[in-house]
């Protein structure tokens, strides 16, 4: 009998002291932190430049009643054109063809009887890019390609030969602008930046903007090109621990 009561006894021993043994590491155990304040800043820099390259895309456009002969007078026009540019000093390399097209030029008229669309002629269509290393040529390039034949300019595009140089010149004057900004709401809350705790980057150029010539081939006047100032731009995303009491 006195056995079974001691294990009872004893049994009971955890049941009584867990509650206890709990309250004490409640009291006096480690509180949980508060993580760092951290200050999270993002801006987007920019480097300005005057472009010294250019790119053109130039076609020829043909229509005639059978695809052999639009294709044919495609060709004679576009071999014109090609050897026009290569004139004015362009190397083949910077020549190069971007689409040719063939097609059925289609009418369809339902109050004139039609119950299908007729064939009515055929288009050929023949569009070159050019790389432009000297963009005071553009406009020249662009007069000589439409005396020969060319009948579209699609797109005029101007960039810079050291684009990798103008984007690190852009990420640094993000940098700089993100860091000031940073440093002005650290001081306005009453402390000052720690460590860069994480820093990102993302970056965009200046789409190029379409400059379409169609009608200057009616234009017996020398194409004006003006390049301008363009901008690389570069954004990024900042981010420092915040310590706070300290001026």
Known sequence: ????????????????????????????????????SEISTSATGEARYVPDRATISMGV?????TAAKASAENAIKQRAVIDAIRAQGVAPEQISTVNYSLNADQQFNPQAGDRTPKVVGYIATNTVRVEVRKVDQVGTLIDAAIAKG??????????????????????????RQ???????????????????????TSSSG???????????????????????????????VARW???SGVK
């Open 206 to 236: 200046v789409p190029p903007q379409p400059y379409r010539m169609e009608s200057m081939a009616a234009k017996a006047v020398n194409t004006p090109i003006e390049t301008g100032e363009l901008a690389m731009s570069a954004a990024i």
């Open 150 to 175: 060319a009948n579209d300019v699609s797109s005029l595009d101007f960039h810079s030969s050291i684009p990798d140089s103008l984007r690190r010149l852009a990420l640094s004057d993000a940098y």
């Open 241 to 243: 621990r915040f310590i």
């Open 61 to 65: 456009e043909t229509r005639a009643a």
């Open 1 to 36: 009998m006195q056995r079974s009561l001691m294990i009872i006894v004893l049994a009971s021993l955890p049941l009584v002291g867990f509650p206890v043994a709990a309250q004490q590491l409640g009291g006096n155990g480690p509180m949980p932190t508060r993580p760092p």
């Open 178 to 200: 993100a860091f000031a900004d940073a440093t002005v709401l650290a001081r306005a809350a009453g402390g000052q930046l720690g460590e860069l705790l994480e820093l990102s």
